[in-house]
């Protein structure tokens, strides 16, 4: 069984820069790993995922301003997050897919199987 910390959630201003942590304990092999946020009042949104080749998708709304990576070695999957907008503001969380397979489309939350608990991050404008 997988379980999954993150950290590194702040509150910072608008156009500032945050990087995220999510630190996996377990083994993680070929699975999925992505980045969900969730704003109060609003459903989980997928925000980016990698797959174990190093295939990488993010949603509309983040590209060009938050990039993924994953550390197989440790492992931890981090989010860093530039030009930060109010919009941006929300719970995020790490997961890992069900399945050890390319990652399914964000949009697909039920094919993730373990999730974190979250780290919040707050922008103001």
């Known amino acids: 069984q997988v379980q999954l910390v993150e950290s590194g959630g702040a509150s910072v201003q608008s156009g500032g820069s945050l990087r995220l942590s999510c630190a996996a304990s377990g083994y993680i092999g070929h699975y999925c790993m992505a980045w969900f946020r969730q704003a109060p009042g609003k459903g989980r949104e997928g925000v980016a995922s990698?797959?174990?080749?190093?295939?990488?998708s993010y949603a509309d709304s983040v590209k060009g301003r938050f990039i993924i990576s994953l550390d197989k070695a440790k492992p931890s999957l981090y989010l860093q997050m530039n030009s930060l907008k109010p919009e941006d503001a929300a719970m995020y969380y790490c997961?890992?897919?069900?399945?050890?397979?390319?990652?399914?489309?964000?949009?697909?939350?039920?094919?993730?199987?373990?999730w974190g608990r979250g780290t919040q991050v707050t922008v103001s404008s």
């Open positions: 990698i797959d174990a080749y190093g295939t990488i």
């Open positions: 997961a890992i897919s069900k399945y050890e397979r390319v990652c399914p489309p964000l949009s697909m939350t039920d094919e993730y199987g373990y």
